[in-house]
């Protein structure tokens, strides 16, 4: 195993040597490729999605391919402009003399993806590497198979064989993986499995990218919007089961709204998926019996006091119900572990600083929501996450403008746009001085001039 990944490695490596991916024309027809891989086989992905996840037709169509498709077009329209060698400022004293910023591609790199959006996961940073010039190897997740198959035989037929491969299996082919010298790794998935990643990449001094979960907390203030806020909780809770890094985890609800808010809760539930979500085309299921017992598991754990929406499971056609639970106490088993499902644990607050200290006390989410029309900056200043959304739930993912990344135990480093093309390039800084200029003397052993100041 070990042989085979250290023989890709080199074969790759040979390429990135040859100069190829460094070309921008190279870069742009592999981001263009890529792109039409994902446009041109859209019912073959949304079938291989059906199959790992039941992923609703929209939810893979919008989340997995028109996402990806759309960040690799937008890499390859701007990479020219930021891969131009960028003039930088000079103090007086560095002068004549032009300072610059060049940007290089890192050389070989990794991505390790997930099964929750894996065609999403795996193309965001592909794109982004290739943009900034690497060759790559792409790890998908043995726990979305149809997917994972699907796209290492498309990507033979569509991009470039020598310079970007990809390697399916689980824990033996990734672990092999991760004895070769990379020279940057991206990594998605749970903490457990980022601390091996960091500890196999620190042995090669490989910078990484963490993109790590964690239970990220929605509050509603007591004078939010509350229909608005209900709905783009459910948005983010029950799409793709609950199965979300930026889902919504659990909510804190204002005392005085609670009861409403849930009776919107059970209303978006009924309005989106029937009287029977499980019947419905456009509600998903858990990726394997496993996650669905761990589900199952947690709310048997018990810690709260109703469930006023959902509850049932069937872990053999791995369903969990989209389901509410009420008066959860901060040490409930729901609260203990990033959920992961489409369970909602709702706690109260009579103060805003309850969920703050909460929040704080606790690993730094990836995300973090707000309802509120005057608690919102706040929650902002007295709280960090890896990104935020105020009166909204999810889209601070979307703008390529915006880095999308965790802190803390929610991961490091970050990506998207202009950020991922930041991520897969190394900054070098480079200093031209013109060969007509002789330097005065000062500095130079055995240094007279300064003699006398430093004795
Ligand atoms: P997973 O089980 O598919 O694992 C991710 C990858 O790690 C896979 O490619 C797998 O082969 C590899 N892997 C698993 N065990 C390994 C080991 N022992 N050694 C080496 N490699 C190994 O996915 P997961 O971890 O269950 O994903 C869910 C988690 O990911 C959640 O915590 C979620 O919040 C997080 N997540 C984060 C983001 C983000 O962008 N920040 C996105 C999606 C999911």
Not at 13 to 38: C, H, K, P, V
Not at 216 to 226: E, F, H, T, Y
Not at 272 to 295: K, L
Request: glycine share 8%; charged share 25%.
């Amino acid at each position: 195993m070990s042989a085979a990944a250290e023989q890709l490695v080199t074969r790759l490596r040979t390429t990135f040597e040859s100069g190829r991916t460094r070309d921008l024309d190279w870069r742009r027809d592999q981001l263009r490729a890529l792109s039409r891989m994902l446009t041109d086989n859209e019912d073959a992905f949304l079938g291989a999605l059906a199959d790992d996840l039941g992923k609703p037709r929209f939810e893979a169509w919008a989340g997995d391919l028109a996402a990806s498709a759309s960040e690799a077009d937008h890499l390859r329209k701007h990479l020219g402009n930021w891969a131009k060698e960028s003039s930088a400022r000079l103090p007086l004293a560095f002068r004549p003399g032009r300072a610059s910023v060049q940007h290089q591609p890192r050389g070989v790199v990794l991505v390790v993806a997930p099964w929750n959006y894996p065609v999403y996961l795996l193309a965001m940073p592909l794109a982004a590497a290739l943009a900034a010039g690497n060759a790559v190897v792409c790890k998908p997740s043995e726990l979305a198979p149809a997917t994972s198959a699907l796209l290492s035989r498309l990507a033979g037929d569509y991009l470039d064989p020598d310079a970007i491969a990809f390697v399916e299996g689980g824990v033996e082919e990734t672990t092999a993986l991760l004895e070769q010298r990379f020279d940057h790794i991206l990594y998605t998935g749970n903490g457990a499995v980022g601390r091996i990643v960091a500890e196999a990449a620190a042995r090669h001094l490989t910078p990484t990218t963490l993109e790590l979960g964690g239970k990220s907390p929605a509050i509603v203030d007591k004078d939010a919007n509350l229909k608005q806020a209900a709905s783009r909780i459910a948005f983010a809770k029950w799409s793709n089961a609950g199965q979300t890094c930026i889902a919504a985890d659990h909510a804190w609800v204002h005392h005085e709204v609670h009861d409403e808010f849930v009776d919107r809760l059970a209303t978006e539930v009924r309005e989106r998926y029937g009287d029977d979500p499980r019947q419905s085309p456009d509600f998903g299921r858990i990726v394997n019996e496993r996650h669905a017992a761990r589900v199952a598991g947690l709310l048997d754990g018990g810690g709260y006091d109703e469930m006023p929406v959902g509850g049932t499971v069937d872990i053999e056609a791995r369903y969990v119900a989209p389901t509410v639970l009420t008066g959860v106490k901060p040490d409930a088993a729901v609260m203990g572990e990033e959920i992961f499902g489409p369970v909602l644990p709702v706690l109260g607050f009579d103060d805003i600083s309850e969920p703050i200290t909460h929040i704080n006390r606790g690993d730094h989410p990836l995300a973090l929501y707000v309802f509120s029309k005057t608690n919102a900056d706040r929650v902002l200043a007295e709280t960090t996450s890896g990104g935020a959304c105020v009166n909204d739930t999810m889209l601070q993912v979307f703008p390529p403008s915006l880095p999308f990344g965790g802190v803390g135990a929610s991961g490091y480093g970050a990506y998207h746009g202009k950020w991922g093309f930041e991520t897969f390039s190394h900054r070098r800084a480079v200093y031209r001085r013109p060969s007509f200029f002789v330097e005065p003397a000062l500095a130079k052993a055995p240094y007279t001039a300064f003699k006398e100041r430093l004795a």
